[in-house]
């Protein structure tokens, strides 16, 4: 299959305030995309606006929260009259908790909100013109922690897993329409995540103090998105390394449960003594 050329191709990115969604935003503006920027805080996205456009890019950026779905049909409207009928859409807003499997509820269904549902809100009003014109791009931002369930990870990674398999069902069904359909499965990346991971989570998590071995920084994986657009594939990933560990954790899963339960354990313990206290956390923090 011959290369893409996404020059004058709109794309439609949420979350794009920050970390991932901004990195992939400046790097299709470099090659030609007229990107949407759409997210809450709109200091941010005008910020990025005027960096691409000072680049010689074109951009816009429109206030958006992914929940609430008039706020994604909004900013898809916003895309059409300024740029046209948006080529591709990357669904990359979202957030992570750190909080035992049996928490509350409510904090639950605000990330699926987030995570799932405002996955769908941002999909589904690109998808018409897409279909009418028989080309088109949907990303969507999942995890490489889609495919296992982590302790105190459990929210999240079932949004990410959710995420995943709806991707992969729309791309089977949408095989022959010429839309392609992708899911980014990112492995540890160094953006503001884990801070607002640490914020919601109430302090000290988990996730503090391990290894920066597989960390990566945005921009990698904005490449490798900006690759995938050229040449569409079915999952984006960045490692090779941890796609590896993951087949094998799916075919071991007894080995990998002991393996894992012992890691946890023993960074539980170590985190107790500094926090007074061992996760399950019970400090919901909101928007
Ligand atoms: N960092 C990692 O290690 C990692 C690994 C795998 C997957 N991911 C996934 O990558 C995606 C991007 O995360 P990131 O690492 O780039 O983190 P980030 O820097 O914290 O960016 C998150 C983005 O989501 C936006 N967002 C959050 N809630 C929103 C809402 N209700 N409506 C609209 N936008 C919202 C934020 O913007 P506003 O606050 O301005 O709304 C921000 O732009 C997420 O889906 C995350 O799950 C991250």
Known sequence: MPSIDLRDRPIVITGASSGIGRATAITCAKVGMPVVLAARRMDRLEQTRA????????????????????????????????????????????FGYEASALDDEQRLRHLLEVNFFGSLHIIRPALPTMLERGSGHVLVCSSCLSKIGLPYYSAYSMSKAMQDHFARALRLELWDS????????????????????????????????????????????????????????GEVWTSRVV?????????????????????????????????????????????
């Not at 816009?60 to 046209?84: H, K, M």
């Not at 010429?178 to 640490?198: K, W």
């Not at 990998?256 to 923090?285: C, I, M, N, W």
């Open 51 to 94: 960096r691409i456009e000072q680049a010689g890019g074109r951009a816009l950026a429109v206030a958006c929260d992914v929940a609430r779905r008039e706020d994604c049909e909004r900013t898809i409207q916003a895309c059409r009259d300024a740029f046209g009928d948006p080529y591709a859409v990357f669904a990359n807003a979202g």
């Open 178 to 233: 010429g839309i392609h359909v992708s899911s980014v499965h990112p492995i540890g990346t160094r953006t503001e995540f884990f801070d607002e991971l640490s914020r919601r989570s109430g302090g000290r998590t988990l996730a503090d103090g391990g290894s920066d071995r597989f960390m990566q920084p945005p921009e990698r994986v904005a490449r490798a998105i900006v690759r995938c657009l050229r040449k569409p594939r």
């Open 243 to 287: 796609r590896l560990a993951l087949a094998f954790s799916i075919a071991c899963p007894g080995l990998t449960d002991a393996l894992l339960a012992r890691k946890v354990a023993r960074r539980r313990d170590r985190l107790a003594p500094q926090t007074g206290r061992s996760p399950p956390h019970e400090s919901p923090t909101g928007d």
